[in-house]
């Protein structure tokens, strides 16, 4: 019996049991200062009991391990079938460090086991570890890579390993960032997963990559970089931490430290300087830091453990160092503890992103067009992808509508149509101005007009000359209609052609087919536009009418000038210049010695101008209802039969390729399709923590009351009771005794048992309410904790934290203004401590 009081008190000290020194970084509000604060001996004070002679050699394994192992479980599993490679991050524990730290003896020591030793790099490919206490005396090894499964056993997992690695990263020296999985089911290791990597190496040796550096180096930030890893920094104690490539990697991603844990290695070989080291963390290791001492030479992991204990005992400085920081028991406790802090995180995000997105690619899976499998169906799929096309051109060039590409301004076709024609009158008038030239002002007019001339009267100007005149400005103009009709019909093209690939996006072998037709009718419509526009132009050349009252009255507004324009003409000695309406200041020089013919030839140029001012604004106006007249058609009329004849006609056989699915869209929906397997999957995978019963919450108009639970990952019976949580959220902000009175009843009614309620108000236990319905109950009964704060404090929880692992029953908090997040939160907090005290 004394023996096993001394071995149990050694057991303590070894950390094989939680310290009562260790800060349980769960209860953060000083989570945020160091959780392993060292301390010298001087302020410890010196260990009065005597150290044993004898140490138990009991397995490293945490008190709750059988409670977190299911979720462990989950996690793992959600590995194996590989739902990283959908975004999904899962919770990781990533052992990081430089080459010969010491790093795969830390993994050793964990999991009772041998890995490939050597010189250079030991870990060529990414190895995740998990490690399962196992019941059975005999253990359970084997390797998962490459979709292969290959079972070991210890004295030969080593070349097991090195053989994986050389077909996953090659014979050599080379790297890979392939995983192979390593599962160890061994009696007394810790539950834990763990993904160790190629320690870091700057300078490449024979055989290796010259850019070794960067492959290792973008491998651990792949691993390290995500949220969810916690970040397991393996440190010589050699070296100056502040200059280890490894630490430098870890403050890239985790500036403050809080998903850093630090284990330092070789103690035995540099114990000076380190309990300052690890007390001053100039290198800000959030999660604290842990001594340990590995196996050396030929020992047995129990002989290493045996050593490691009595050297923190004995040593005279590395006695020193809190009790809590030493040894790989407490590691394993550690490690074990943050895997389950970072999986109760992580894992209600992780199913809620496994929902999400299952159900984001149902609906994309749904969007795709059917898999047609018969003519009528590829029909019908025809004519609504083609009614959806010709709706959407009713919008867009007709009804001016835009709502479908409202960002796109090319696609609003009326306003860039309008601008077409606004441009297109500009240039008409433009080339007409060319074609007036000031300086020769007449010359031309005069010239027709004296080759024109006949016997007849003298005052009749003849037609011929009009006419002659009327030509030359068409002929000037020609060619700019033709253009305009040329870039209209193009834009149409370009818009008819975004519809189509908007709608039959999902029928690729349709829209050949589509866009062949839209070409074909674009080009007749276009043909008839040319044709159009052949004739008005011709009509123009050839005839001089017009019933538009402005030709008369601009005429009349020129003819005003007449007079004074002939007065400076027949007068040398006046000034040669003039200013006319629409002509501007005009040099008449040369105009002295022409006699008679100029006043002809002057009525002649205001009649052709006012004339051709109305030719003008009769072509745009012309070609503007042609516009309109003719997309109306096209999207009306032309189209449709256009599209029949092409798809649906004897030649076309466009119907009959839409039985043909294309690449694309097989390719996408394979894709859709196995991503929706791996999310169900999955959502079988997290939905198969068994869920405990939970007790309802009596409401009425005093309240209002929200139920979380925390499941419990153990199917069987075990004692205390599952562990259950109800969070009741209170609505108003004071409760009275008749509503605590409800509530107790309630709590009773449903559990048949006693219920004590702690009313924390303000930060003190003002007042404790008993209602004790069965006197025969023990003091062990279940507690209330009531919490009515808006903000609760860290001293508050702590408090009522406590107060429920002493009460080891149903545990109910009653708060006040907190939001569902804050709720779960402080639901997680106490399922932790009750899982840390073993309860």
């Known amino acids: 019996m004394g023996g096993q009081g001394r071995s149990s008190r050694s057991q303590n000290k070894t950390g094989l049991l939680k310290s009562e020194n260790e800060e349980n970084p769960l209860l953060s509000d000083d989570s945020r200062q160091k959780p392993n604060r060292l301390k010298s001996s001087q302020d410890q004070g010196v260990e009065e009991e005597e150290t044993p002679k004898e140490i138990v050699q009991a397995p490293i394994i945490s008190s709750y391990n059988d409670r977190i192992r299911p979720l462990l479980d989950v996690v793992d599993r959600l590995r194996h079938l590989n739902i990283t490679q959908e975004g999904i991050q899962l919770p990781t524990i990533v052992v990081v460090g430089d080459q010969l730290s010491g790093k795969s003896s830390v993994l050793e020591s964990l999991a009772g086991i041998s890995l490939p030793r050597g010189q250079g790099i030991c870990t060529r490919a990414p190895l995740i570890m998990r490690l399962q206490n196992h019941h059975n005396s005999q253990p359970e090894i084997f390797l998962e890579y490459g979709g292969s499964i290959v079972s070991t056993d210890e004295e030969h997992i080593a070349d097991a390993i090195t053989a994986a690695t050389d077909a996953i990263a090659g014979k050599g020296k080379g790297i890979s960032n392939n995983p192979l999985t390593l599962i160890v089911k061994k009696k007394g290791v810790p539950d834990l997963t763990m993904v160790d990597l190629p320690g870091i190496t700057r300078v490449p040796v024979l055989g290796q990559p010259e850019d070794i550096y960067e492959q290792i180096s973008k491998i651990i930030m792949d691993f390290i970089t995500p949220e969810e890893s916690i970040i397991l920094n393996v440190l010589s104690a050699s070296v100056d931490f502040t200059t280890c490539e490894s630490i430098r990697m870890s403050q890239r991603v985790d500036k403050t430290g809080q998903r850093t844990l630090a284990v330092v290695t070789k103690v035995d070989k540099s114990p000076e300087g380190l309990l300052e080291k690890v007390n001053g963390d100039d290198v800000n290791i959030g999660l604290g830091y842990i001594c340990v001492r590995n196996r050396i030479g030929d020992e047995s992991y129990e ?5 490691e204990a009595r050297l923190f005992e004995n040593h005279p400085l590395l006695s020193r160092i809190n009790k809590s920081m030493v040894g790989i028991p407490v590691l394993a406790q550690k490690l074990v503890q943050i895997q389950a802090m970072i999986i109760l995180k992580c894992l209600p995000d992780i199913v809620r992103r496994i929902n ?19 003519v009528p169906e590829a029909i019908a799929s025809f004519m609504h992808v083609f009614g959806s096309c010709k709706e959407s051109l009713r919008k867009i060039l007709v009804r001016g509508e835009f709502d479908e590409y409202p960002d796109e301004t090319e696609m609003h076709s009326t306003a860039r149509l309008a601008e077409m024609l606004d441009k297109f009158s500009d240039e008409l008038r433009s080339k007409s101005v060319e074609g007036d030239r000031k300086s020769n002002f007449l010359l031309e007019e005069i010239n027709v007009l004296e080759e024109n001339r006949s016997i007849g009267l003298p005052n009749f100007s003849p037609r011929a000359a009009f006419l002659t005149l009327l030509q030359k400005k068409a002929k000037d103009i020609y060619t700019t209609p033709f253009d305009f009709v040329d870039k209209m019909w193009n834009y149409i093209q370009e818009v008819m052609d975004s519809v189509l690939r908007r709608h039959s996006d999902n029928y690729p072998q349709l829209l050949s087919s589509s866009k062949r037709a839209a070409h074909n009718v674009v080009a007749k419509k276009r043909k008839l536009s040319v044709d159009w526009v052949t004739d008005i132009m011709e009509m123009e050349k050839l005839t001089n009418y017009t019933c538009n009252p402005d030709y008369l009255a601009a005429w009349s507004k020129l003819m005003a000038y007449q007079g004074e324009f002939m007065r400076i ?18 040099n008449v020089a040369h105009l002295y010695d022409r006699g008679k013919i100029v006043q002809e030839a002057f009525d002649m140029k205001m009649r052709i101008t006012a004339y051709w001012d109305v030719v003008l604004r009769r072509l745009v106006d012309c070609m503007a209802l042609h516009l309109s007249f003719s997309v109306q058609n096209l999207v009306n009329k032309d189209m449709e039969v256009e599209f029949i004849n092409e798809v649906m006609g004897p030649e076309g056989n466009g119907v009959k390729r839409m039985l043909e699915e294309s690449p694309s869209v097989a390719k996408k929906r394979r894709r859709l399709m196995s991503s929706i397997k791996l999310f ?35 199917p069987q019976v075990i004692e205390p009771p599952p562990l259950q949580f109800t969070i009741y959220k209170i609505q108003t ?4 005794s008749n509503q605590l009175d409800l509530l107790t009843d309630s709590a009773y009614s449903q559990s048949r048992r006693s219920f004590r309620i702690f009313d924390l108000r303000r930060g003190s236990q003002s007042s404790t ?66 899982s840390s005290a073993g309860i």
Request: charged share 25%.
């Open 680 to 714: 169900k999957e999955s959502k079988h995978v997290v939905d198969s923590l068994k869920k405990p019963t939970s007790y309802r919450a009596t409401t009425n108009h005093h309240y209002k009351a929200t139920t979380i639970k925390i499941r419990n990952p153990q």
């Open 733 to 736: 902000k004071l409760l009275t």
């Open 303 to 307: 002989q290493a453990r045996v050593e």
């Open 569 to 586: 003409v027949k007068s040398p000695s006046i000034p040669p210049k003039i200013k006319i309406e629409v002509f501007g200041e005009i």
């Open 769 to 834: 309410l008993r209602r004790d319905f069965r006197k025969s109950d023990s003091a062990r009964l279940p507690q209330c904790h009531v919490l009515q704060k808006s903000e609760i404090a860290a001293s508050e929880i702590r408090l009522t934290l406590a107060l429920a692992v002493a009460a080891h029953g149903f545990v109910a908090f009653f708060v006040g203004n907190l939001s569902q997040s804050q709720c779960r939160r402080l639901a997680a907090v106490a399922f932790f401590v009750r």
């Open 356 to 374: 999400h997105k299952l159900s984001a690619n149902v609906d994309d899976l749904n969007r795709l067009p059917q898999n047609l499998t018969s």
